[in-house]
């Protein structure tokens, strides 16, 4: 009797263990997302291609300066996004005061996108938990069964990466309007692209060369993930079939 409900759960919480992978991967897209803008070089890089600084005249020598200086910030290594640049001929603040209130909420989202991925780790390693509880906690078992769940959860995350990045394509500046809106509380990101350096360090076509950049980086990540789960789910299969 034990055994027939043993094997009517074990379905059940498979895909528990699924969901699990599934939102614990989701759960880290975030910080792997926005951990390219740590590398100060990179973003220095995209300051070159789509900055336009030419109101403001803001030499590409300060570029170098200004990425290091956000990107510290942003990452928790500095107190303060300011810095002092060439603004017109004159030593200037690089920031306003509403650009610096709006660079401590994006900061804050980092913080709490750092706190998300290890709530995913967490997750990921309850999914194993699980899978080893349904498995009976044989460990040959526990290892196919996590693996054939994690490719299901990465297929999933797959689909739904392709989705977010479809509906990105057919209309970036209305994602970007509608992401804006659910992620900051007041409207201070709606900077004057005439006076405020950071939007024109950043204007629309940085923010969209740097989601091609990061999706690309993450299907990779993704695919050679997947990849490399299908490659030992079939290593398990042939050792299993001569075992």
Not at 23 to 44: F, G, H, N, W
Not at 50 to 66: C, E, I, S, W
Not at 83 to 104: M, R
Request: proline share 4%; charged share 15%; glycine share 6%.
């Amino acid at each position: 009797m034990s055994q027939g409900k043993n094997k009517k759960a074990a379905p059940f919480w498979q895909t528990i263990s699924i969901a699990l992978i599934v939102i614990s991967i989701l759960m880290m897209l975030p910080m792997a997302v926005i951990r390219p803008a740590s590398d100060s070089q990179y973003v220095a890089g995209l300051f070159e291609q789509h900055a336009q600084t030419q109101a403001l005249v803001v030499g590409t020598k300060d570029y170098p300066v200004l990425a290091e200086g956000l990107s510290d910030y942003l990452f928790g290594k500095a107190e303060t996004a300011q810095i002092t640049v060439e603004k017109n001929g004159l030593q200037s603040p690089a920031f306003s005061e509403d650009e610096l209130t709006h660079l401590a909420d994006v900061r804050g989202l980092f913080r709490l996108a750092n706190i998300v991925f290890y709530g995913g780790v967490v997750l990921l390693i309850i999914s194993g938990l699980l899978t080893a509880a349904s498995s009976s906690w044989q460990p040959r078992h526990v290892l196919r069964q996590f693996i054939n769940h994690a490719i299901k959860g990465i297929l999933v995350c797959m689909l739904v990466l392709l989705i977010v990045v479809i509906l990105a394509s057919i209309n970036f500046h209305q994602a970007f309007y509608v992401m804006h809106q659910l992620l900051f509380t007041n409207d201070l990101w709606l900077l004057n692209p005439q006076t405020d350096l950071l939007l024109m360090l950043m204007p629309e076509p940085f923010f969209i060369a740097y989601a091609k950049d990061a999706g690309l980086r993450r299907g990779v990540v993704l695919l050679g993930a997947f990849l490399a789960l299908f490659a030992a789910r079939h290593f398990t299969r042939v050792r299993k079939a001569l075992s």
